[in-house]
Nanobody, 125 residues
Framework: QVQLVESGGGLVQAGGSLRLSCAAS????????MGWFRQAPGKGRVFVAF????????RYADSVKGRFTLSGDSAKNTVYLQMNNLKPEDTAIYYC??????????????????WGQGTQVTVSS
């Protein structure tokens, strides 16, 4: 059974940093992609970034480009989302997810088949 467990969320002031972790288990992650999405109160779940386990290619939403960085530790089956220069509009529940799909579909939540429980990030102004 595939399990994804996020950690690292919390409360931070604007301009601060947090590092989220997503520990994965239950599948061979070679050939898969790990994505991060976020959901603000009253809003839908939106794409933040993804990283491919093979080759480590990444892609970021325009809203976080230059501030957020994804990295992966294949030995630990863990992906990290380093978030710098946080803004109040980054406040949301952050979810990691995994998929075997490729292409533009994985920029949407429907492109992923397993999800973590989410971790709250709150940025105060």
């Amino acid at each position: 059974q595939v399990q994804l467990v996020e950690s690292g969320g919390g409360l931070v002031q604007a301009g601060g940093s947090l590092r989220l972790s997503c520990a994965a288990s239950g599948r061979t992650f070679s050939g898969t992609t790990m994505g991060w999405f976020r959901q603000a109160p009253g809003k839908g779940r939106v794409f933040v970034a993804f990283i491919s386990w093979d080759g480590g290619s990444t892609r970021y939403a325009d809203s976080v480009k230059g501030r957020f960085t994804l990295s992966g530790d294949s030995a630990k089956n863990t992906v990290y989302l380093q978030m710098n220069n946080l803004k109040p509009e980054d406040t949301a529940i952050y979810y990691c997810a995994t998929t075997t799909w490729t292409g533009p579909y994985i920029l949407t939540p429907n492109g992923y088949d397993y999800w973590g429980q989410g971790t709250q990030v709150t940025v105060s102004s």
